[in-house]
Each structure stands twice: as C-alpha cells, then as structure tokens.
C-alpha cells in the first residue's frame, strides 16, 4: 500500500496545513509530506500547488489517485480509511459534538485568526483585542472546558484520546501563547498536554526553524 502524501505550507505560518499533518503523525500514520512555501512572488510555487490540487491552495492529500483538500475533509477521509485510530469517538454522542467543535473551528473565530495569526517566530507577547476577538477567546475556551468536562475521564484530550478536534484546534493553541492570551486553569492544562505531544513538538520544532519570512504575517 503506497504512502500518503501530504502537500502543506509553510509550518510557521500554516494553520491548516497544520490540523491534517498532526492528525497523521500524532497517530502514527506513515505519510511523505511535501511542503510549498506560501506567498512568494516565485510563480513556480504557485504551480506546485496547482499540481497537487486545482483549487490552489494546501493543504492536500494524495492517497494514490485519490486527492482530498481542505484540512477537515482531510480528517474525515483519514478516519475512514483509518478507522482503528480513532479520530473520531465511537460513541454516537460524543461523535456529534466532536463534528460539531470542528465544524465551528472550521467556520468561525474569524476575528481570532485575523488578528492572531499563527506565527511561531514571533515573540511571545499580548495584543489589544477587538470585543469580537474577545468573544472567540471565551467561547474556545467554554469548548474545551465542556469537553474535558465530559470526557476527562477517557483521557486527557477534548474527547479522551486525541482524536480530530484536537488537530482541528491545536494552531488556536499556539495562538494562545504566541500572543500571551490569558486563559482559565481548564484551558491552560489542556494546552500544556497539547504542547507536550510529541507530534506537536515536532511541528514547533520544524517551524520554528523555518527561515522564510512573509512579512505582511510580522506587523502583528
């Protein structure tokens, strides 16, 4: 069975290319990953990503000639053809609310990533935030507040094991503490046992030592 591939952005910058990258490897399935720096003036990146996926952006997944975008139709077709890994609960519950935090972090918090967006490099400090950035602040924390509520006694993720909404959340993580975001004792324990997954550790890691710049990203 041929390896996957996985076409991503830049990992300092790159938050969805983020979410299906850890979902992968924070379960340990094999996958080649191919990454394409994003904004450059050099068109031959442009048509790199045009070779993996004609709507032109990353990520995507090649799983022989089967091509999936977008980083949470990634995740379901991961599920499916990994379903002994668990992404989502088996618990036909807990199942829908999982979809459901994803599919609101898919969707919304637009003011969050507009005015923090993930950028590893940047040094660690506060910014003033917009009441709607504020609102996205409260309410992803009242999302993992309730699912580890629900589910802590599964595990220490949103839904006990790491399973897809933890991909799908996890670059609001590095947001949080990129721009010293100011959290509850609930949200706080569930970043710490985010930053210690080994899988997240390797993305930091790799991001970090990433030397491309894009500038209109540092005026934050």
């Known amino acids: 069975m041929a390896a996957l591939k996985l076409a991503i952005g830049n990992k300092n910058y790159s938050s969805w290319s983020m979410?299906?990258?850890?979902?992968?490897?924070?379960?340990?399935?094999?996958?080649t990953e191919t990454v394409i720096p994003l904004y450059t003036d050099d068109p031959a990146d442009k048509e790199k990503i045009l070779a993996?996926?004609?709507?032109?952006?990353?990520?995507?997944?090649l799983d022989g000639d089967i091509?999936?975008?977008?980083s949470l139709s990634i995740i379901e077709y991961?599920?499916?053809?990994?379903?002994?890994?668990?992404l989502w609960p088996d618990d036909a519950a807990a199942r829908a609310r999982a979809r459901s935090v994803c599919a609101e972090m898919h969707s919304g918090f637009a003011a969050l990533r507009n005015e923090c967006g993930m950028n590893l490099h940047r040094p660690v400090r506060a910014v003033a935030l917009s009441e709607d950035a504020k609102a996205n602040v409260?309410?992803?924390?009242?999302?993992?507040?309730?699912?580890?509520?629900?589910?802590?006694?599964?595990?220490?993720?949103?839904?006990?094991?790491?399973?897809?909404?933890d991909a799908m959340y996890a670059p609001v993580v590095h947001r949080f503490r990129t721009y010293a975001i100011e959290v509850g004792p609930e949200?706080?324990?569930y970043m710490e046992t985010m930053m210690a997954l080994p899988a997240f550790q390797e993305w930091t890691r790799d991001g970090i030592a990433e030397t491309l710049v894009i500038e209109k990203f540092e005026n934050v």
């Open 187 to 189: 949200a706080r324990a």
């Open 138 to 165: 409260v309410r992803v924390q009242e999302i993992w507040r309730d699912c580890r509520a629900r589910y802590a006694a599964q595990g220490p993720f949103l839904f006990g094991r790491f399973g897809a909404a």
């Open 78 to 86: 991961i599920a499916e053809r990994y379903p002994e890994k668990k």
């Open 19 to 31: 979410r299906p990258w850890l979902a992968l490897r924070a379960n340990d399935i094999p996958f």
């Open 52 to 61: 993996f996926s004609r709507a032109g952006k990353v990520p995507v997944l």
């Open 67 to 70: 091509t999936v975008w977008d």
